[in-house]
């Protein structure tokens, strides 16, 4: 069955460093998305993408992320200057059409 | 706007036994879809059960089956026979709208005693 991945499965950085957290989504979907869960919270919705372009956005998402697919496969989210709140397990899902997404097994960040 | 209400922060079941995680949710959309994750330690999100609101039919499998009330806006699943290795966060999602965006509930966590 195919799966997202995603790389790493955990980083650690320092406060106001840059990080970049990779996801491979099922090849053949449209729709990509990135979710955070802090430790004991809910799972959040970061960001969607669609035919290239960010298509909603939450809250969350502000000038510190940014989500790129670089090369067709990849699709990323990077923090520019991570914060301490920033800790939390980012994941990564992928949909075709009207049906579940696919979620990736989470990157847990650390900032320290 | 959606939202999804999961009013059991916790809930414990014995090995064998049944239980019932509930799940009510607030949508304008007439197309939409429920899922219930598990979140194990590990994380990782792994989808448990859904339904489509347009069907019916309640959803089942396996162990896992639930009981959806549309006009209630009520989506809560049963696990029978619970074994250890049901023992997790379950999260309940709608998914629809036009960006196709998915909202959790808070979830609900799940034990099972042996």
């Known amino acids: 069955e195919p799966e997202v991945t995603q790389t790493p499965s955990h980083q650690v950085t320092q406060m106001g460093q840059e990080v970049i957290l990779r996801c491979v989504p099922i090849?053949?979907?449209?729709?990509f998305y990135w979710y955070r869960q802090i430790l004991g919270q809910k799972v959040e919705f970061l960001v969607s993408?669609?035919?290239?372009?960010?298509?909603?956005k939450s809250e969350i998402f502000d000038d510190q992320f940014s989500v790129e697919r670089p090369d067709g496969s990849n699709f990323t989210l990077k923090i520019r200057s991570t914060k301490l709140e920033d800790s939390a397990m980012y994941f990564c899902?992928?949909?075709?059409?009207?049906?579940?997404?696919?979620f990736g097994p989470g990157t847990r960040l650390t900032v320290t | 706007a959606q939202t999804v209400t999961q009013s059991q922060p916790e809930m414990s079941v014995q090995e064998a036994e049944t239980v019932t995680l509930s799940c009510t949710y607030d949508?304008?959309?007439?197309?939409?879809?429920l899922f219930w994750y598990k979140q194990p330690p590990s994380r990782q999100m792994i989808l448990v059960i859904r339904?489509?609101?347009?069907?019916?039919q309640n959803a089942t499998e396996n162990r896992f089956s639930v009981n959806f009330q549309k006009a209630a806006k009520s989506f809560s699943l049963k696990i029978s026979d619970s074994q250890l290795g049901d023992a997790a966060m379950y999260f309940c999602?709608?998914?629809?709208?036009?960006?196709?965006?998915?909202?959790f509930g808070k979830g609900t966590k799940l034990s099972v005693k042996p």
């Open positions: 090849s053949n979907h449209l729709y």
């Open positions: 993408f669609y035919n290239n372009e960010i298509s909603e």
């Open positions: 339904q489509e609101a347009y069907k019916q």
């Open positions: 949508t304008s959309e007439s197309d939409y879809y």
């Open positions: 999602q709608i998914y629809g709208g036009s960006q196709g965006n998915l909202i």
């Open positions: 899902a992928s949909r075709l059409t009207s049906d579940e997404q696919y």
